[in-house]
């Protein structure tokens, strides 16, 4: 087993703005340092290409095919993360030989576990070789091919940074990218045995699908369309009647389960206030499902900059919501972080995911190393 090692991790979320670069110090149980990080966006027409991949890409039958725009998404996936490196390490006058490995995590485009079938655009052989470092990537195949959800995977580093803070336990750990993930850490923060994660509905995914549809822009900034609007609380009752949420975890939720057309009758005010409380109550179910009311509820991901769905979050579930910047972590580059952990993670045989996690049978090794 190696010790603190330099790992850079890679994150292109659901949300499909680009891509998260982040440096850490760790040891794959702990994090000694943060390092710097950096955030690409994508273009329009790189966006627009991963796009049309989403679409496409529940008709394919092995998640190693890559018919029609796949395979020229996943080029631009790889290209994209390509660039994020190469600026990273010049703008930090970082030295390649200094850093240990790179968790990559790609660009999910299609997750069905109960198919079999998890979908992580991104060449890691192609960016090793670019980039002469060592690449940890295809994560989540090992865990979907013995019987998990394959998601989330973070949750162990959730631990990690809950064994070395302060923090009141139980610990709720919010993730809301474009899907909306929970993991509840106990009273022995850093074991595997106390942690339970799943994700819990829909995080920003419709409510950017709503804004792209209605502004032309894939966001509520600031939450001021939310904030205008009137919640249709009965178009939220009847998403909340997807049997998804009355499932016990662990369990996983791809991107396009639910639609913004939920809501297409209403004004565009309504509509993205409608679909923020769907995910504010979408996060109170989750929060029924724990073991334990938790103490502590840390946001993290593209929705903590929503004041409007983060103030609906704390209205709906009565705890003090807190984001992950304001506790000394990132709110922004956490799975980024937690890619380059899992990363070392890889290297040393240690799991990435566990039963309580991803409904593994048993704790599961993951990812597949390139080297350059």
């Not at 991790?9 to 710097?36: K, N």
């Not at 395979?71 to 390490?89: M, Q």
């Not at 001021?224 to 662990?250: I, Q």
Request: hydrophobic share 45%; charged share 20%.
């Amino acid at each position: 087993m190696g010790g603190q090692r330099l790992a850079i991790g890679l994150m292109s979320g659901t949300s499909m703005d680009g891509v998260d670069v982040a440096a850490i110090e760790t040891d794959g149980r702990v994090v000694s340092e943060f390092g710097p990080t950096l955030f690409r966006p994508y273009s329009d027409a790189e966006r627009a290409a991963i796009r049309v991949a989403v679409e496409e890409a529940p008709a394919i039958g092995h998640r190693a095919d890559r018919p029609g725009e796949l395979i020229l998404a996943e080029r631009v996936v790889t290209a994209a993360h390509i660039d994020a490196v190469t600026t990273f390490l010049a703008a930090n006058g970082l030295d390649r030989q200094d850093v240990a490995v790179i968790g990559f995590h790609g660009q999910t485009v299609f997750h069905a576990p109960a198919r079999g079938l998890t979908v992580q655009l991104g060449d890691g052989l192609a960016l090793a070789r670019a980039v002469g470092v060592p690449v940890v990537y295809d994560f989540r195949a090992a865990d979907v091919a013995a019987g998990g959800e394959g998601a989330p995977l973070v949750p162990i580093y959730h631990a990690g940074l809950v064994a070395t803070s302060d923090l009141p336990r139980p610990v709720a750990v919010l993730n809301l990218g474009g899907v909306a993930n929970l993991t509840f850490v106990g009273g022995t923060p850093g074991g595997e045995g106390d942690l339970l994660a799943f994700d819990c509905g829909p995080g920003n995914a419709l409510l950017d699908d709503w804004c792209l549809k209605r502004t032309g822009r894939a966001v509520d900034v600031d939450g001021r369309a939310g904030a205008k609007g009137r919640a249709d609380e009965k178009v939220v009752a009847e998403l909340l009647a997807h049997p998804f949420f009355a499932a016990p975890p662990p369990k996983s939720l791809d991107r396009n389960a639910f639609s913004s057309a939920s809501v297409d009758g209403l004004s565009t005010e309504d509509g993205a206030a409608t679909l923020t409380a769907f995910t504010a109550a979408a996060v109170v179910a989750g929060l029924a499902l724990m073991p334990a009311p938790p103490r502590t509820l840390v946001v993290a991901g593209g929705g903590a900059h929503n004041p409007t769905l983060m103030r609906m979050i704390g209205e709906r579930t009565g705890l003090a919501v807190t984001t992950a910047s304001a506790v000394g972590w990132s709110t922004d580059f956490l799975e980024a972080q937690a890619f380059a952990h899992l990363a070392v993670r890889h290297l040393d045989g240690l799991p990435l995911s566990f039963p309580g996690t991803t409904g593994v049978r048993e704790p599961t090794c993951g990812g597949v190393l390139a080297k350059r």
